[in-house]
């Protein structure tokens, strides 16, 4: 989604899922660490580069506008009442579980009462 009008963005959100909220909110969040990120390596060029002055600040508009659409997507979340513990169970839970026997961390979902895998490997039960 590319709006960068805060009106035009509100109404989309508005009409968000619950779930889309909240995968909207950490895609921009992950472009924007990406993008301060780039524009971090790319400061150390920027003295033999005038070009590479413009791209950086091409990313700081675009950052400000991914901040402005994260700061509704808050909002509409906050105005639905969204905890932060139901945006967390929006899917399987991963804990770390310790299997004592060998001493190796295995992860799997809380929702389950199935022991960990006695091998060592991974496992996530759906």
Do not use: C, Y
């Not at 060029?45 to 997507?73: A, C, H, P, T, Y």
């Amino acid at each position: 989604m590319d709006i960068n009008d805060k009106d035009e963005w509100t109404q989309i959100v508005a009409s968000l899922g619950d779930h889309e909220l909240r995968a909207e909110r950490d895609r921009l969040i992950n472009s924007i660490q990406h993008l301060k990120r780039s524009n971090d390596e790319l400061e150390e060029f920027v003295k033999d580069d005038e070009e590479l002055q413009e791209v950086i600040d091409d990313n700081n508009k675009v950052i400000g506008n991914q901040e402005m659409r994260i700061s509704v997507l808050k909002a509409e979340i906050e105005k639905r009442g969204i905890s932060h513990e139901q945006e967390e169970s929006s899917g399987p839970k991963i804990e770390e579980i310790t299997d004592d026997t060998n001493n190796a961390t295995q992860t799997a979902p809380q929702e389950t009462s199935e022991p960990p895998a006695d091998d060592g490997e991974t496992v996530i039960h759906l």
